[in-house]
């Protein structure tokens, strides 16, 4: 091939590479945003049971997972993840956990807890760094562990001062970290893996909502929703599926060190959202903790940028 015709190639090539790290950055931005103002519908049907939005939650989600790899042409991806035993033991560990940091996001929106809620997942990256140290061998070097530092710091400032565990933040920040842990050793793309989750857990939900049918103790006042709250509830499907396949979307197309420094936007909106639009208080106590993970954060973030272009 001659010189001119590499060179035509080149610049044919560059486009196609910017086009696709631009729908990367859009799938991405557009992933960590709706993270970001979840608390918003949540606080639609804050009036609705914790365990009731849950259910609902997870039985929409798999509706229109199924709907989507049935259109995509995987649902014999689905099948055959489905009989292999090992994946099954795997996806019944991540159900369980991420079951528990559904619920527990979703209890801390629903009882004005948004703040603690946004704090589990600033300390999230902090705490993979140190599943990675304890679990898979990885190395801690002195800016992770300084992070890591500061965090506990923050962690015990605000025990000390209010005098409770910040449990919710803990929760969200571990129950996420070791689900991330234990998704590495499952070689399957994100789409699949929530249908595997929400199939193990929608027998359960299921079988609730039909008892809360049977025995008239579900809805409002024991009664039924009205069509606005079950279009709502139906919606959660869309609110829990769509974020996680824009991810997916931008996760392929960009750069981890991006994919990392984005991460930060939902947490971020969320404080804004618990302050200027929930009325949560944004004490000094917590000012500082905020600080100090910021602080951390902002020392884990150089240090992963300056690695990689060493």
């Known amino acids: 091939m001659s010189k001119s015709g590499q060179t035509s190639d080149a610049v044919s090539a560059a486009p196609s590479e910017e086009n696709r790290q631009l729908q990367g950055l859009a799938g991405a931005l557009g992933a960590f945003t709706l993270w970001g103002v979840f608390p918003l519908y949540f606080k639609m049907v804050d009036y609705v049971p914790v365990l009731e939005i849950m259910a609902n939650r997870i039985i929409w989600s798999l509706v229109l997972v199924i709907l989507i790899l049935a259109f995509t042409g995987r649902l014999k991806t689905l099948k055959k993840t489905a009989l292999n035993k090992r994946s099954l033991v795997w996806f019944t560990a991540t159900t369980l956990l991420i079951g528990v940091n559904w619920i527990t996001f979703v209890w801390a929106v629903t009882s004005d807890m948004v703040l603690e809620a946004s704090l589990g997942y600033y300390i999230n990256p902090l705490v993979n760094v140190m599943l990675g140290m304890l679990f898979l061998g990885e190395r801690l070097n002195k800016a992770q562990g300084l992070a890591i530092g500061l965090a506990v710091v923050a962690v015990l400032l605000l025990t000390i001062r209010l005098g409770v565990v910040p449990w919710v933040s803990l929760v969200l920040a571990f129950s996420f970290g070791f689900y991330g842990l234990l998704r590495k050793k499952i070689p399957t793309e994100s789409t699949v893996g929530l249908a595997m989750e929400t199939g193990i857990l929608t027998p359960i939900c299921l079988v609730y909502v039909g008892y809360l049918a049977f025995t008239g103790t579900g809805g409002a006042g024991g009664g039924f ?29 960009l750069r981890l060190s991006t994919v990392g420094l984005l991460q930060y936007i939902a947490p971020t909106i969320q404080v804004f959202l618990a302050i200027y639009v929930f009325g949560e208080t944004f004490t000094q106590d917590r000012f500082i903790a905020f600080g100090l993970i910021w602080v951390g954060l902002i020392i884990y973030t150089w240090d992963g940028i300056r690695n990689r272009k060493a």
């Open 225 to 253: 929703y009205d069509t606005q709250t079950n279009l709502l509830l139906a919606g959660l499907g869309f609110v829990t599926a769509i974020p996680l396949i824009l991810f997916s979307f931008g996760a392929q197309r």
